[in-house]
Nanobody, 116 residues
Framework: QVRLVESGGGLVQPGGSLRLSCAVSGSIFNIYGMGWPRQAPGQQRELVAALTSGGSTNYGQSVKGRATISRDNAKNTVYLQMNSLKPEDTAVYYC??????????WGQGTQVTVSS
């Protein structure tokens, strides 16, 4: 059974930083990509960052220059480093993995709140 478990969320002051982690367990066939979408209350889900198996990255326009996605294959973990956080970054952040057959897997999400 595939499990994705996010951690690292919480309350952060504006201008602060945090690093989210997503531990992936179970067997996933030929991972194509991993990503971090987020969803704020009343808002549509949006992509924060994505990383393909080939190493290509893609970032949402609102976080470009402030977010970095990375992966530790040995730990089966994907990370999202967020800097210069803004109140509008407040959302539930999800971890998502897509395999080579197009099957996607999701974590339960972790809340990030940016507030003074």
């Amino acid at each position: 059974q595939v499990r994705l478990v996010e951690s690292g969320g919480g309350l952060v002051q504006p201008g602060g930083s945090l690093r989210l982690s997503c531990a992936v367990s179970g067997s996933i066939f030929n991972i194509y990509g991993m990503g971090w979408p987020r969803q704020a209350p009343g808002q549509q889900r949006e992509l924060v960052a994505a990383l393909t198996s080939g190493g290509s990255t893609n970032y949402g326009q609102s976080v470009k220059g402030r977010a970095t996605i990375s992966r530790d294959n040995a730990k089966n973990t994907v990370y999202l480093q967020m800097n210069s956080l803004k109140p509008e970054d407040t959302a539930v952040y999800y971890c998502s993995v897509v395999d080579g057959r197009g099957q996607d897997y999701w974590g339960q999400g972790t809340q990030v709140t940016v507030s003074s």
